[in-house]
């Protein structure tokens, strides 16, 4: 019988072909080190023993704090061979959010690099329940074990990883928090496994691939797909920052066919790419996602491609991934053009097994589904999605469960808190948060349409539409290197929007000073609520 433990598929890779590299990570002066699957299995199934050993058994809460490393992906297996539940939080969300979601989760178990530790006892609350310890690297004096421990107490045979009763708890993944509190999605092996099989399948990808994965949680899967994992020299918790010529280093030199990163990350390696003529022949497919990707954007990493490879823009959350596709053709060749006369951003037709449902706007928790609840045809509503990898609930937040999850029979439907519509071919089309719609009683403004018109001129790297007292306010961010004064940018501004229905009746516009504030995880969501406590203090919208 086939294993439903998500680490069941790194054996199976392992054994398929056990000397082809799983990890390639930066070991300084230009070098790189690399584990096989065979090793990465055989080390997992020490360190899943080891873990046993000291304590940290089945179903216990494990938070693991550490970068993408050779370290990392070890022990992110053996955590789900010994059937601890683990937990990953971004240190990124800042120290206060994930003091209070460590408090929230209660870890019995901590695996941290030795800054994490010293956090750990500066702040002992929310520790206080934890009974094992592990460093990765040095361990100064707050004792507990070390990676060469496990290693040496799990020894060398073969691991029996635990087996999953159905919906056990495998993890808990924090949220950003960049639209609200972070919470704690819980994760099934279940969810895990079908999570597996429709990137696979909806990306065609093959075992031998090489990846490039920028961000830590989408490199989760890297193994369990067959693929090699390239690291690239980045602090991982700011993506925006990442060196272009390190990314294109790491692409060319190991023969990368895929690499996942963050809009604002692609902005920086196209923008880096294009001025510099660089081409990257080995890719087949870039992906990115965790805000909605400028068409400008688009097209610049594009033209660094080649062949059939185009970027795709998976649409989904944490709570639920994926949920739908498009890939840079489409949109280039034909929804780019809707898109800028206000029709939102089209983020394709749902991936298979997942079911895509418009309802109408509501802010109340809603306990079981009805079809009556469905927004008229082709108007805008709220996104609801089912399907496999839809989580049934977040750790310990019983409100935001109910205000996120709608029963619907056996299945729980999950509100993305975006809004949007399905066209005519079945598309999904987005356009922005709920929680971002400005409603002025007489009309509402959704952010993504208004925004995607103002996008479009040339002195315009970002626009954010704001509520202010009820009233729409909209920022602007200067390109990079613009010049034009800003008295001459707000005109053109106001007669762009005079040109479409969405933004006519628009009359505030400001020019943001420096630039907007964004989200810790991807570097890429415009930080609205701050944007929004700023106008009012500079007295707009009145």
Same mark, same amino acid.
């Given at each position: 019988?086939?294993?439903?433990?998500?680490? $069941?598929?790194?054996?199976?890779?392992?054994?398929?072909?056990?000397?082809?590299?799983?990890?390639?990570?930066? $070991?300084?002066?230009?070098?790189?080190? $690399?584990?096989?699957?065979?090793?990465?299995?055989?080390? #997992?199934?020490?360190?899943?023993?080891?873990?046993?050993?000291?304590?940290?058994?089945?179903?216990?809460?494990?938070?693991?704090?550490?970068?993408? #490393?050779?370290?990392?992906?070890?022990?992110?297996?053996?955590?789900?061979?010994?059937?601890?539940?683990?937990?990953?939080?971004?240190?990124?969300?800042?120290?206060?959010?994930?003091?209070? &979601?460590?408090?929230?989760?209660?870890?019995?178990?901590?695996?941290?690099?030795?800054?994490?530790?010293?956090?750990?006892?500066?702040?002992?609350?929310?520790?206080?329940?934890?009974?094992?310890?592990?460093?990765?690297?040095?361990?100064?004096?707050?004792?507990?074990?070390?990676?060469?421990?496990?290693?040496?107490?799990?020894?060398?045979?073969?691991?029996?990883?635990?087996?999953?009763?159905? %919906?056990?708890?495998?993890?808990?993944?924090?949220?950003?928090?960049?639209?609200?509190?972070?919470?704690?999605?819980?994760?099934?092996?279940?969810?895990?496994?079908?999570?597996?099989?429709?990137?696979?399948?909806?990306?065609?990808?093959?075992?031998?691939?090489?990846?490039?994965?920028?961000?830590?949680?989408?490199?989760?899967?890297?193994?369990?797909?067959?693929?090699? $994992?390239?690291?690239?020299?980045?602090?991982?918790?700011?993506?925006?920052?990442?060196?272009?010529?390190?990314?294109?280093?790491?692409?060319?030199?190991?023969? &990368?066919?895929?690499?996942?990163?963050?809009?604002?990350?692609?902005?920086?390696?196209?923008?880096?790419?294009?001025?510099?003529?660089?081409?990257?022949? #080995?890719?087949?497919?870039?992906?990115?996602?965790?805000?909605?990707?400028?068409?400008?954007?688009?097209?610049?990493?594009?033209?660094?491609?080649?062949?059939?490879?185009?970027?795709?823009?998976?649409?989904?959350?944490?709570?639920?991934?994926?949920?739908?596709?498009?890939?840079?053709?489409?949109?280039?060749?034909?929804?780019?053009?809707?898109?800028?006369?206000?029709?939102?951003?089209?983020?394709?037709?749902?991936?298979?097994?997942?079911?895509?449902?418009?309802?109408?706007?509501?802010?109340?928790?809603?306990?079981?589904? @009805?079809?009556?609840?469905?927004?008229?045809? %082709?108007?805008?509503?709220?996104?609801?999605?089912?399907?496999?990898?839809?989580?049934?609930?977040?750790?310990?937040?019983?409100?935001?469960?109910?205000?996120?999850?709608?029963?619907?029979?056996?299945?729980?439907?999950?509100?993305?808190?975006?809004? %949007?519509?399905?066209?005519?071919?079945?598309?999904?089309?987005?356009?922005?948060?709920?929680?971002?719609?400005?409603?002025?009683?007489?009309?509402?403004?959704?952010?993504?349409?208004?925004?995607?018109?103002?996008?479009?001129?040339?002195?315009?790297?970002? @626009?954010?539409?704001?509520?202010?007292?009820?009233?729409?306010?909209?920022?602007?961010?200067?390109?990079?290197?613009?010049?034009?004064?800003?008295?001459?940018?707000?005109?053109?501004?106001?007669?762009?929007?005079?040109?479409?229905?969405?933004?006519?009746?628009?009359?505030?516009?400001?020019?943001?000073?420096? @630039?907007?504030?964004?989200?810790?995880?991807?570097?890429?969501?415009?930080?609205?609520?701050?944007? #929004?406590?700023?106008?009012?203090?500079?007295?707009?919208?009145?």
């Amino acid at each position: 019988m086939t294993s439903t433990n998500i680490a $069941s598929h790194l054996p199976a890779m392992a054994k398929l072909d056990p000397k082809r590299p799983a990890i390639i990570a930066p $070991s300084g002066n230009g070098q790189w080190k $690399s584990m096989s699957f065979g090793e990465l299995d055989a080390l #997992s199934d020490a360190y899943a023993r080891g873990l046993q050993q000291i304590g940290i058994t089945r179903g216990m809460r494990t938070v693991l704090l550490a970068p993408p #490393s050779l370290e990392f992906f070890p022990l992110v297996f053996a955590l789900f061979k010994a059937g601890a539940v683990m937990v990953l939080i971004d240190p990124g969300i800042g120290r206060k959010a994930l003091l209070e &979601c460590l408090e929230e989760v209660q870890p019995e178990a901590f695996i941290g690099v030795p800054k994490a530790h010293l956090a750990r006892l500066l702040f002992r609350k929310p520790f206080r329940k934890v009974k094992a310890v592990v460093t990765i690297g040095k361990r100064w004096f707050w004792g507990g074990h070390t990676l060469e421990d496990l290693q040496r107490l799990g020894g060398t045979e073969p691991f029996q990883m635990s087996e999953p009763k159905p %919906g056990e708890t495998a993890a808990i993944l924090f949220t950003s928090g960049s639209t609200g509190i972070p919470k704690g999605a819980v994760y099934t092996h279940e969810i895990f496994d079908a999570q597996v099989r429709m990137i696979r399948d909806t990306y065609d990808i093959k075992p031998g691939e090489i990846d490039l994965p920028t961000f830590p949680l989408f490199a989760l899967f890297d193994p369990a797909l067959g693929m090699t $994992s390239v690291l690239p020299e980045m602090n991982f918790q700011f993506p925006a920052k990442a060196d272009p010529a390190k990314l294109i280093e790491a692409i060319n030199t190991h023969h &990368c066919t895929m690499m996942f990163g963050s809009p604002a990350l692609l902005d920086n390696l196209g923008r880096y790419g294009v001025a510099n003529a660089v081409t990257l022949p #080995s890719l087949k497919r870039v992906l990115s996602a965790g805000a909605p990707v400028r068409v400008d954007v688009l097209e610049r990493m594009a033209k660094l491609l080649t062949g059939d490879a185009q970027v795709f823009t998976p649409f989904g959350a944490t709570e639920s991934l994926p949920v739908a596709s498009i890939g840079s053709r489409e949109v280039l060749g034909e929804t780019a053009q809707a898109a800028s006369t206000g029709r939102g951003v089209c983020v394709g037709r749902p991936v298979a097994g997942m079911t895509v449902r418009i309802i109408r706007i509501s802010d109340e928790p809603i306990a079981t589904w @009805s079809d009556a609840l469905l927004a008229a045809p %082709g108007t805008i509503g709220e996104i609801t999605v089912k399907g496999p990898v839809v989580t049934r609930e977040y750790w310990a937040r019983p409100l935001q469960t109910a205000a996120a999850k709608i029963q619907d029979g056996d299945q729980v439907v999950h509100r993305m808190g975006d809004v %949007g519509f399905l066209d005519e071919q079945g598309r999904l089309w987005m356009c922005g948060r709920k929680g971002h719609r400005v409603d002025t009683g007489e009309r509402t403004f959704f952010s993504v349409p208004v925004e995607e018109i103002l996008n479009q001129h040339a002195g315009v790297r970002r @626009s954010a539409l704001v509520g202010v007292a009820k009233q729409p306010v909209v920022l602007l961010e200067r390109e990079p290197g613009n010049t034009m004064p800003a008295d001459t940018l707000l005109t053109e501004i106001r007669a762009l929007a005079a040109k479409f229905e969405v933004t006519k009746d628009l009359t505030q516009f400001h020019v943001f000073p420096g @630039s907007f504030p964004v989200d810790a995880r991807h570097n890429a969501k415009i930080e609205r609520e701050k944007l #929004s406590v700023w106008a009012t203090e500079q007295g707009l919208g009145r």
